[in-house]
C-alpha cells in the first residue's frame, strides 16, 4: 500500500461561504451575535466546568417551570431528546400511546415500535385537537405505560391543550410525555402543574441557539418506572442512568465521563437561556402571542386563509397558511427566497401541499418581521404563476 487513491475533494479548496438569510421556516431560527459569538468560545474539557451545566439546568427549569432534579440538554437535536425519552421509559412489549395532530406523534409512533412497544395511535382532525374523553376513552382502552403528545405541532401550526391530560395519565398509571420542541417560551407550559412526566424541547427554535443541543426533564415518576427497568435501554448514548450521572443529577459524588459533549453548543445554549431569563417568561409568551395576532390578522386581511380555525389552538410560533388556490406553493417559497432572502417552508408529513408554513420564534418574533413576511407574500401572489382552473 503506497498512494493515497483518493484525492484531495476540489469543493473543500474553496472557501465556504454562508449567506445571511432571514430564518422565518419553521426552524431553526436566526441566532442572534450575543449567541453565536458563545458558540466561538475557546474549548473546556469534556467534564466541563459544573457551573456551566448547573447553569444550564437551572434555566431549563425554569423555562420548563419544575422543579425536576433529573433535568439537563441531551447531546443532539430535538429528534435525539425524542429518543431519549421514549427509549428509556419504554421496554419491549410494552403498551404506547401516541397523539398524533401531525407529524411528530406519527414519529413518536415508529420510534417506539422500533424498539418492540405494541403502539396505538389516536388521531386529531386535520388542524385540529383531540379532546380530554378522546384521551380517556384510548387511555383506558390501551393501558398504555406512555403517552405522546406534540404541544406545538409545526407541522400543522397546532397548540394542543394540555390542562387536564396529566392528571388522566396518572389515573391509568400512564406517564405523560409532551414535545414543546416548538412551543417552549412562545407559549405557557407550566411542567409540574400541568402533571408532565417528560419534557424535551431543541435550542434551535424559540431559544435561537445554535442546532445540537436539546433540553429534556423528567419527574420522580418517571424516574422511578426508568430505574427499576428489567432491562436495558435499547441506547447506551442516550441511558438516562449515564446521562443523569454526566450531568451531575443523580446525587452521587463523582461524574464520570460519559461521551464528549458538544461544548461550544453548550455555552450558546447557557446565553440563550439567560436570554430568556432576562426577558422573562411571561413577556416572551406575551410578545409571540401579539406578534402572532397582528400576523394572523395581516394574512387574513390579504384573503389568505388559517389552517388552524380555532383561534385558541393557534400556535403563536409557527403559523400554518392554506396554500394559496390555483398557486404552486413550491415556486411561492422560492420566488420568496430568490426575492426577499427570506425563509419560509411548505408542509410537513401529513400537511404537504396543503399549507405554507412560517416561524416567527424567540429574536424573530416582532411586528417588522411580521410586515416583512406579509410584503414578501404579497409580492409572490402577484408574479407568481397563478393557474385559472
Ligand atoms: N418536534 C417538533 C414539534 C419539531 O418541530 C421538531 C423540529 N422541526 C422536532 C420535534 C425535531 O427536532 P430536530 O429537527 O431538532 O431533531
Same mark, same amino acid.
Given at each position: ?7 484531495p ?29 458563545l ?7 469534556? =467534564? ?19 422543579q ?9 437535536t ?19 400511546l ?28 386535520p ?38 391530560i ?20 412562545g407559549a405557557?407550559?407550566y ?8 419534557l ?6 424559540v ?5 445540537g ?27 438516562l442512568?449515564?446521562?443523569?450521572n ?19 453548543a ?81 408542509? =410537513? ?41
Amino acid at each position: 500500500m503506497s498512494a493515497i487513491s483518493v484525492p484531495p475533494p476540489k469543493c473543500l479548496q474553496k472557501p465556504l461561504v454562508v449567506p445571511h438569510r432571514h430564518m422565518f421556516g419553521p426552524g431553526p431560527s436566526n441566532v442572534p451575535p450575543r449567541i453565536l459569538e458563545l458558540s466561538l468560545g475557546c474549548m473546556l474539557s469534556v =467534564l466541563m466546568p459544573f457551573s456551566i451545566m448547573s447553569d444550564i439546568k437551572s434555566g431549563i427549569q425554569y423555562m420548563f417551570q419544575t422543579q425536576n432534579k433529573v433535568t439537563l440538554a441531551v447531546s443532539g437535536t430535538g429528534h435525539t431528546a425524542m429518543e431519549c425519552a421514549i427509549f428509556n421509559t419504554v421496554e419491549p412489549g410494552d403498551s404506547v400511546l401516541a397523539a398524533v395532530n401531525g407529524i411528530w406523534g406519527e414519529r413518536a409512533a415508529d420510534m417506539a415500535e422500533r424498539i418492540g412497544a405494541r403502539v396505538n395511535t389516536i388521531v386529531a382532525p386535520p388542524g385540529g385537537c383531540l379532546t380530554i374523553e378522546d384521551i380517556e376513552k384510548a387511555l383506558s382502552k390501551h393501558r398504555p405505560v406512555l403517552l405522546f403528545l406534540a404541544h406545538g405541532e409545526s407541522s400543522t401550526g397546532v397548540l394542543h391543550p394540555l390542562d387536564g391530560i396529566g392528571k388522566l395519565c396518572h389515573k391509568y398509571n400512564c406517564l405523560f410525555l409532551v414535545d414543546c420542541v416548538a412551543s417552549i417560551g412562545g407559549a405557557p407550559v407550566y411542567m409540574d402543574q400541568q402533571g408532565i412526566d417528560i419534557l424535551y424541547t431543541g435550542s434551535q427554535k424559540v431559544l435561537n441557539a445554535p442546532p445540537g443541543t436539546a433540553p429534556i426533564s423528567f419527574s420522580e415518576r418517571a424516574c422511578q418506572k426508568i430505574f427499576s427497568r428489567r432491562t436495558k435501554p435499547v441506547s447506551f448514548f442516550l441511558d438516562l442512568s449515564c446521562l443523569a450521572n454526566y450531568w451531575g443529577c443523580d446525587g452521587k459524588p463523582s461524574r464520570g465521563y460519559h461521551h464528549t459533549g458538544p461544548v461550544t453548543a453548550f455555552y450558546s445554549l447557557r446565553e440563550s437561556l439567560a436570554v430568556l431569563v432576562e426577558e422573562g417568561l411571561e413577556n416572551s409568551w406575551d410578545r409571540h402571542q401579539k406578534v402572532a395576532e397582528y400576523f394572523h390578522a395581516g394574512l387574513e386581511s390579504m384573503a389568505l386563509k388559517l389552517f388552524v380555525k380555532e383561534k385558541h389552538l393557534r400556535l403563536p410560533t409557527v403559523t400554518t397558511i392554506v396554500a394559496p388556490h390555483g398557486y404552486d406553493w413550491k415556486e411561492i417559497t422560492s420566488y420568496i427566497m430568490k426575492t426577499h432572502n427570506l425563509e419560509i417552508s411548505g408542509g =410537513l408529513g401529513p400537511s404537504v401541499g396543503l399549507v405554507l408554513r412560517v416561524g416567527l420564534m424567540g429574536c424573530n418574533s416582532s411586528r417588522a418581521n411580521a410586515d416583512m413576511v406579509l410584503a414578501a407574500l404579497r409580492d409572490a401572489l402577484k408574479h407568481c404563476h397563478r393557474s385559472k382552473v
